[in-house]
């Protein structure tokens, strides 16, 4: 987590934005939350894999929800993407209602055309260890990660919450957070519910940085928060175009 002590003597917004910038250096944990439209999804989705930067970039995608998505459209127009990405498909026996069309949707892409064999787990502990895996993969054949190079993207926790319970998925959120962290990259997950959800509440301690999306006047917005929720961005409105 980003030091506090790092972070004074300067005005708020000065605080924010210099965090922000220190946990892309060292890596860090994100926790998208709100129920909103699946275009705002992948949007955000976009970004955070790194899809704006001409800079070198490793992703892993994981697949929770069971479907199977076109992963070229979060990919296309980025150079050699297929060969620096990897998808892990969790093949969870629970769909019940609690799937949100909104994170199934969020990563139209996680898909088949960027790996023609995607890795399958049906466990929580399988789910982590393919993550770790593909982590120590790209880092053994870039030899050595640069910070920021490494993005990961967890479709939904709904399906791992409905099928394995707030404490199990905390335990492996620790897990998979740090691994991430150790080669300085950057992790994040959606989660279709309210950041004052009981769930999203026992939750967001794990993370580094919480964004949080809703729709006003018909206006795709978000709101990024730090340091225990301390410091934030407010609501900013963002284009999709």
């Known amino acids: 987590m980003l030091s506090r002590n790092a972070l004074g003597g300067e005005s708020n917004e000065e605080r924010f934005s210099n965090g922000l910038s220190q ?11 709100g129920s909103v439209r699946p275009a705002q999804r992948r949007h955000l989705c976009r970004r955070l894999l790194g899809q704006a930067t001409a800079e070198s970039r490793r992703r892993v995608l994981v697949s929770t929800t069971g479907t199977r998505h076109d992963a070229s459209e979060l990919l296309e127009g980025i150079s050699g993407s297929q060969a620096t ?6 093949a969870t026996q629970a769909r019940g209602a609690a799937v949100s069309a909104g994170d199934s ?5 996680i898909a088949p055309s960027i790996d023609d064999s995607p890795v399958t787990t049906t466990t929580l502990a399988e789910l982590g260890i393919e993550i770790s895996n593909a982590i120590e993969t790209f880092d053994a054949e ?6 920021a190079e490494l993005r990961v993207g967890v479709e939904s926790l709904v399906p791992l919450l409905e099928e394995y319970g707030t404490e199990q998925v905390f335990k492996f959120l620790h897990l ?8 300085d990259g950057m992790i994040h997950y959606h989660l279709s519910m309210d950041s004052d959800s009981d769930t999203a509440s026992v939750l967001a301690p794990l993370f580094d940085i919480i964004i949080e999306l809703r729709e006003q006047n018909g206006v795709p917005q978000e709101r990024w928060s730090i340091a225990d929720g301390e410091l934030h961005s407010g609501w900013v409105s963002v284009s999709q175009s």
Do not use: E, F, H
């Not at 946990?23 to 939350?33: D, E």
């Not at 949707?105 to 892409?109: I, Q």
């Not at 870039?142 to 910070?147: C, M, Q, T, V």
């Open 23 to 33: 946990l892309k250096r060292q890596g860090a944990s994100v926790l998208v939350v």
């Open 176 to 183: 998979t957070n740090g691994r991430a962290k150790t080669v």
């Open 105 to 109: 949707d969020a990563m139209d892409s």
């Open 142 to 147: 870039s030899n050595g990660l640069a910070p």
């Open 85 to 90: 990405s990897t998808l892990i498909r969790y």
